[in-house]
């Protein structure tokens, strides 16, 4: 019996349909098998250090910036004018309240005060026989009265003169380091020529100013002044408020302020820019944890807090909690925890950026950080 090209083409059908639904349904066993196997992988635990939060005193801090000024500073000259004769110092050296730092020529004005010593010798004199003639009533009351008249005048001429030579010794008016000289021996300078600068720096002042809702606190923050400058990122600088302007700027409503900072070895130099951070008020208990703990975002910052749970076999499972929290003020590496978390939570300080919530961890204990306020700060 043959059979017709129609029942052929009806049977290659129906065996490539049979071939397709048998494909499919491999397909979708190996599929479903591969969700399964999905969903009982689990990827292996991430490596994190944690810290145990617990509540420390902190004081509530203001931050601003000033510059350094000299406790002394001025920037010496004459009165004279005249040729350098002498030069007793170096720019850069220490010097103290009182030293010759430099001579004009005087040789005029030491002549002239011989002179002037002399017509001063002659005038007493006459002075002298004035009075005996006085006293035998030899001579009028007006020649005595002249002859007075010159006396004085004669030690006029002298102080004048020796008040010139004085004013030509340029002496340290304090102690302090000398900056770089402007002038040097042999060359002529005229009076109220800038020479040589002269700063006392230890201690050292620090200017700024804060608002006026700040200024009642400032008693309580006498002590408590430390101060950040970019030349010496390692640092702080510790001192205490010394003055406090007794009025505000109209303009800014800002009250000027300033601090006392030892500086014996000078590292800090007047007009140097800094970032000053005061303690404000009564201490108040609060939490604080490591800046690398936190995940800043636009919706809330957070934290990731340990748990430990058990598996249905028994085991114990650690893993995190993504916790939203509030922020107060930064001090060094660490940052104070208004709320979200409480006494005796482990929070993740490294390795916080590979986590998602509900991932499993293991703890490196040994890298843990250490529980410091200002973990990466040496005082000054």
């Given at each position: 019996?043959?059979?017709?090209?129609?029942?052929?083409?009806k049977a290659?059908?129906?065996?490539?349909?049979?071939?397709?639904?048998?494909?499919?349904?491999?397909?979708?066993?190996?599929?479903?098998?591969?969700?399964a196997?999905?969903?009982?992988?689990?990827?292996?635990?991430?490596?994190?250090?944690?810290?145990?939060?617990?509540t420390?005193?902190?004081?509530?801090?203001?931050?601003t910036?000033?510059?350094?000024?000299?406790?002394?500073?001025?920037?010496?000259?004459?009165?004279?004018?005249?040729?350098v004769?002498?030069v007793?110092f170096?720019?850069?050296?220490?010097v103290?309240?009182?030293?010759?730092?430099?001579?004009?020529?005087r040789?005029?004005?030491e002549?002239?005060?011989?002179?002037a010593?002399a017509?001063?010798?002659?005038?007493?004199q006459n002075l002298?026989?004035?009075?005996?003639?006085?006293?035998?009533?030899?001579l009028?009351?007006?020649n005595?009265?002249?002859?007075?008249?010159?006396?004085?005048?004669?030690?006029?001429?002298?102080?004048?003169?020796?008040g010139?030579?004085?004013?030509?010794?340029?002496?340290a008016?304090?102690s302090g380091?000398?900056g770089?000289?402007?002038?040097?021996?042999?060359?002529?300078?005229?009076a109220?020529?800038?020479?040589v600068?002269?700063?006392?720096v230890?201690?050292?002042?620090?200017?700024?100013s804060?608002?006026q809702?700040?200024?009642?606190?400032?008693?309580?923050a006498?002590?408590?002044?430390s101060?950040?400058?970019?030349?010496?990122?390692?640092q702080?600088?510790?001192?205490?408020?010394?003055?406090?302007?007794?009025?505000?700027?109209?303009i800014?409503?800002?009250?000027?302020?300033?601090?006392?900072?030892?500086?014996q070895?000078?590292?800090?130099l007047?007009?140097?820019?800094?970032?000053?951070?005061?303690?404000?008020?009564?201490?108040?208990?609060?939490?604080?944890?490591?800046?690398?703990?936190?995940?800043y975002?636009?919706?809330?910052?957070?934290?990731?807090?340990?748990?430990?749970?058990?598996?249905?076999k028994?085991?114990?499972?650690?893993s995190v909690?993504?916790?939203i929290?509030?922020?107060?003020?930064?001090?060094?590496d660490?940052?104070?925890?208004?709320?979200?978390l409480?006494a005796?939570?482990?929070v993740?300080?490294?390795?916080?950026f590979?986590?998602?919530?509900?991932?499993?961890?293991v703890?490196?204990a040994?890298q843990?950080?250490?529980?410091?306020?200002?973990?990466?700060v040496?005082n000054s």
């Amino acid at each position: 019996m043959q059979i017709s090209i129609k029942q052929q083409i009806k049977a290659a059908l129906f065996v490539m349909l049979a071939i397709t639904l048998l494909l499919g349904v491999v397909k979708f066993i190996q599929i479903r098998r591969a969700i399964a196997d999905a969903a009982r992988f689990a990827p292996p635990p991430e490596a994190v250090t944690v810290v145990k939060v617990s509540t420390t005193a902190w004081r509530d801090t203001f931050q601003t910036v000033g510059s350094f000024a000299a406790i002394k500073g001025a920037t010496l000259g004459t009165q004279e004018s005249g040729n350098v004769v002498r030069v007793s110092f170096e720019s850069g050296d220490r010097v103290t309240e009182g030293q010759v730092l430099l001579e004009l020529d005087r040789s005029v004005e030491e002549a002239n005060l011989q002179g002037a010593l002399a017509r001063l010798e002659l005038a007493k004199q006459n002075l002298a026989r004035a009075q005996t003639l006085k006293s035998q009533s030899a001579l009028s009351l007006a020649n005595y009265e002249d002859a007075q008249a010159k006396v004085k005048q004669a030690e006029a001429e002298v102080r004048s003169i020796r008040g010139v030579i004085e004013r030509k010794t340029i002496v340290a008016p304090f102690s302090g380091r000398a900056g770089i000289r402007a002038v040097n021996v042999g060359q002529y300078v005229n009076a109220g020529t800038p020479l040589v600068p002269l700063y006392s720096v230890d201690p050292i002042h620090f200017n700024f100013s804060v608002p006026q809702q700040v200024a009642p606190a400032l008693r309580d923050a006498a002590e408590n002044v430390s101060i950040a400058v970019d030349a010496f990122p390692n640092q702080t600088f510790k001192g205490a408020v010394t003055a406090v302007n007794r009025n505000i700027n109209e303009i800014t409503r800002a009250i000027e302020v300033q601090a006392t900072i030892p500086n014996q070895r000078e590292d800090l130099l007047p007009g140097m820019f800094g970032e000053v951070q005061i303690e404000l008020g009564v201490a108040k208990e609060i939490i604080a944890v490591p800046v690398s703990s936190v995940e800043y975002a636009p919706y809330g910052n957070s934290v990731y807090v340990i748990e430990r749970s058990k598996s249905d076999k028994g085991d114990e499972i650690t893993s995190v909690r993504q916790q939203i929290v509030g922020l107060g003020n930064k001090r060094g590496d660490f940052v104070a925890v208004t709320s979200g978390l409480k006494a005796g939570d482990e929070v993740v300080t490294l390795g916080a950026f590979k986590l998602r919530p509900g991932a499993q961890v293991v703890i490196r204990a040994d890298q843990s950080a250490p529980a410091t306020l200002q973990p990466d700060v040496k005082n000054s």
